[in-house]
């Protein structure tokens, strides 16, 4: 019974999906394979239709309708997502190992130099006033402070490094 409906309904089963498929914009094979699919779920759950012709031509529509509703809701992407010019995951997770490194190294440091690198690091991106008035300290010796701060965070970096 099978073979006899696939033979009778295969002319008319490819030219309803290549009318139809150019105006819901797939591929003939691919709507005529949906349809192929769809009688076969139909054959093992209510037995052959009764007309097979008008069968192959409402279900042909059907999925040409199916089709154009499911591009009108697809968003197509701006650019693959593996052209994306940013970061991979491996890069972030070196990055974020990296911060995390040197957040470690300033709160080894001494004195108020791990107030003042934090706040010099912060994200927020504080003015040299707002951190002299969180730290509590004249704004004109901030930057002899930092530079003091900075070369002993290089020497202590300079040790780690040396002593992997």
Do not use: F, K, N
């Amino acid at each position: 019974m099978t073979d006899e409906l696939v033979t009778t309904l295969s002319p008319l089963l490819a030219a309803e999906a290549s009318a139809e498929a150019h105006a819901c914009g797939d591929e003939p094979g691919d709507l005529e394979q949906t349809v192929w699919l769809r009688l076969l779920e139909r054959l093992d759950t209510a037995g052959p239709p009764a007309d097979p012709q008008r069968w192959v031509r409402r279900a042909v529509r059907s999925e040409a309708r199916r089709s154009r509703r499911r591009t009108r809701a697809e968003r197509p992407y701006a650019t693959e997502p593996a052209d994306d010019a940013g970061p991979g995951p491996e890069q972030r997770a070196m990055d974020a190992a990296g911060r995390h490194a040197l957040h470690a190294a300033v709160r080894r440091l001494p004195g108020r130099c791990p107030g003042l690198m934090a706040a010099l690091l912060a994200p927020e991106d504080l003015t040299y006033r707002e951190i002299a008035g969180e730290l509590g300290i004249s704004q004109g010796s901030l930057g002899p402070e930092r530079s003091r701060c900075l070369g002993c965070l290089r020497r202590l970096l300079t040790a780690e490094v040396a002593a992997r």
